[in-house]
């Protein structure tokens, strides 16, 4: 079992087919139950490129695995 629960995904992104690419942001609403101590969110994202990650507005270190 994971220790963070997504509940709820906002998906907004914008196509540009003339470049081939895909824009756009993504929001993970969690829950993280009071009596988890490791709060860690591993999420896949084969070939994906992370500009920037925030947990409640904050800028936090994200760190990649491979393609995770």
Known sequence: PHPVR???????IALDHPRRR???TVV???????HVR???LELDQHGL???AVAIDGQAV???????R
């Open 6 to 12: 997504v509940v709820h995904v906002d998906l907004d």
């Open 22 to 24: 895909v824009e756009g």
């Open 28 to 34: 993970h609403h969690v829950v993280v139950p009071p």
């Open 38 to 40: 490791d709060r860690v």
């Open 49 to 51: 490129e992370i500009a």
């Open 61 to 67: 270190t994200a760190s990649r695995s491979g393609d």
